[in-house]
């Protein structure tokens, strides 16, 4: 394994480049203009029904997905993908309106994917919201293990279980109630259950809200490596109520923050600044810092997935990191270290590569470093994790096409970045060697 990924990165040196120009999103404050959480347009989460009302931030909504106009919903976001379009709602209670989530429904059966830690939390909850007042539908739930080390075949094939077993047909829907792992193995079955069949996002950890709820990226892990195995397949909605961030512990919220950082480095600059100026305020969960984080990362990732759903470019670099942190993931086991503990880590690496290639200033690298240091997230990877184990792990990374690996670094200006292989094989072995025991 290690002398063909030798050759691999090798080949990745040679390669030609497709740089990304810097880009700020549609509708970004200008950074003098950022604002904070205390006057931005988004509501206390703890706001009167009429206060909430009056300060409705809508940002993007097709026509024909309007909440009720007495709705928590604060603010919806629409990933705009033709006839696969759908809303993203974020607001506080929203699992106390039925409504949202039955209008999303396709047919009378609905089967709940959920976990052991999950299930105790917000099961009983969210049953009730999808029978409130309807009584054609029936809902059945799946309880799966928890954790990343589950995401795997035999897991996903417990879904298919109970699916069968409950005599699901064509017109059910599959919802998916936790985080992200949850939130990915319940999208793989709904894509591949009877070929095809609706579903729907409830994520409930930071990480699900701001990344992995939104863009369709569905699948499992494979013991050689992150997410091998899997499918592009989007919701029919996601629905994100605040509130069941009250009780996800401090170490999961953390993990969250690694790819709401990944958005302000790689398009949105002043959203960046944004968060080096509040990030006490994300880690002491302020409801409209939380509400600010999770509507500009759900804005930032709408409008990469509207330009290239599949990842034949734009998208894959919301991978920053990701070729690094999944590495880690599976050199260490899958769920030794959280996921955005690993992306924060893989972060690191990757700034420090883009800075030996002559593309960042070592101030943007000292941010890095810095931002992730304070949301308490680890800045380097495991001691375990040698030299090799990173060549032999990447090597089978699904960023390799055509023998070549594709790894996202930043250049030029802060909130930039650039993708493909226009590096030489020099400056990663640098990066993996100051990293990393031989
Ligand atoms: N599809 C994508 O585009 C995409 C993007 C990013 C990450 N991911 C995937 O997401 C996964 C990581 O997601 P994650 O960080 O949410 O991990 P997770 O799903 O394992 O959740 C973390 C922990 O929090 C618990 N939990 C969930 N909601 C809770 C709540 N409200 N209160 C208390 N505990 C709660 C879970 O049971 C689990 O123990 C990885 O598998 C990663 O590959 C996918």
Redesign the pocket.
């Known amino acids: 394994m290690a002398a063909s990924a030798s050759s691999l990165l090798a080949a990745a040196a040679s390669s030609s480049c497709a740089a990304i120009s810097p880009r700020i999103p549609r509708g970004a404050p200008a950074a003098a203009s950022v604002p904070s959480p205390s006057h931005h347009s988004c509501p206390s989460l703890r706001a009167s029904p009429a206060r909430r009302h009056q300060s409705r931030f809508v940002a993007s909504v097709a026509p024909t997905m309007q909440p009720p106009a007495e709705s928590r919903v604060s603010t919806v976001v629409d990933v705009d993908l033709g006839d696969r379009s759908y809303p993203i709602y974020i607001g506080a209670g929203l699992l106390d309106e039925p409504d949202l989530l039955q209008r999303h429904v396709h047919g009378k059966r609905v089967l709940v994917v959920t976990?052991?830690?999950?299930a105790p939390?917000?099961l009983e909850k969210v049953t009730w919201a999808l029978t409130h007042n309807n009584r054609n539908v029936s809902v059945e739930s799946v309880i799966l293990p928890?954790?990343?080390k589950y995401?795997d075949m035999d897991t996903l094939m417990k879904v298919f279980d109970k699916a069968v077993e409950s005599r699901l047909d064509r017109r059910c829907t599959f919802v998916a109630l936790?985080?992200?792992?949850?939130?990915?193995m319940c999208?793989f079955a709904a894509a591949a259950f009877l070929r095809g069949v609706n579903f729907i996002q409830i994520?409930?950890?930071?990480?699900?809200q701001v990344?992995?709820?939104?863009?369709?990226?569905?699948?499992i892990?494979h013991p050689l490596g992150?997410?091998l195995i899997?499918a592009f397949y989007q919701p029919q909605c996601v629905l994100i109520d605040t509130d069941?961030?009250?009780?996800?512990?401090d170490r999961?919220l953390a993990?969250?923050i690694a790819?709401v950082v990944k958005y302000g480095l790689i398009r949105d600059a002043p959203f960046f600044e944004w968060q080096e100026k509040n990030m006490s305020a994300l880690l002491a969960r302020e409801p409209s810092a939380l509400a600010y984080a999770i509507k500009r990362s759900c804005e930032n990732?709408a409008e990469v997935v509207a330009q290239d759903e599949k990842e034949s470019g734009l998208r894959a670099t919301?991978n920053l990191g990701h070729t690094f942190g999944?590495a880690i993931?599976t050199g260490l086991g899958?769920?030794a270290w959280?996921?955005?503990e690993a992306?924060a880590a893989g972060t690191v690496m990757a700034a420090d590569m883009s800075h030996r290639l002559g593309w960042i200033d070592e101030s943007i690298k000292k941010r890095v470093v810095d931002i992730l240091e304070e949301a308490k997230l680890p800045i380097t990877p495991p001691e375990t994790m040698t030299v090799e184990k990173f060549k032999s792990i990447i090597a089978v990374d699904k960023k390799v096409a055509d023998g070549l690996l594709r790894l996202i670094l930043l250049k030029g200006p802060l909130g930039s970045c650039v993708f493909t292989g226009e590096y030489d094989r020099k400056a990663l072995d640098e990066t993996l060697h100051a990293f990393c025991n031989n």
Do not use: C, Q, R
Request: hydrophobic share 25%; net charge negative; glycine share 22%.
């Open positions: 976990n052991t830690t999950v939390l917000y928890d954790g990343e995401k936790g985080g992200g792992v949850i939130g990915d999208g994520p409930t950890t930071l990480m699900a990344d992995s709820s939104v863009g369709g990226k569905t699948g892990n992150k997410n899997g069941t961030l009250n009780t996800l512990p999961e993990s969250g790819e990732k919301l999944h993931e899958y769920g959280f996921h955005g992306i």
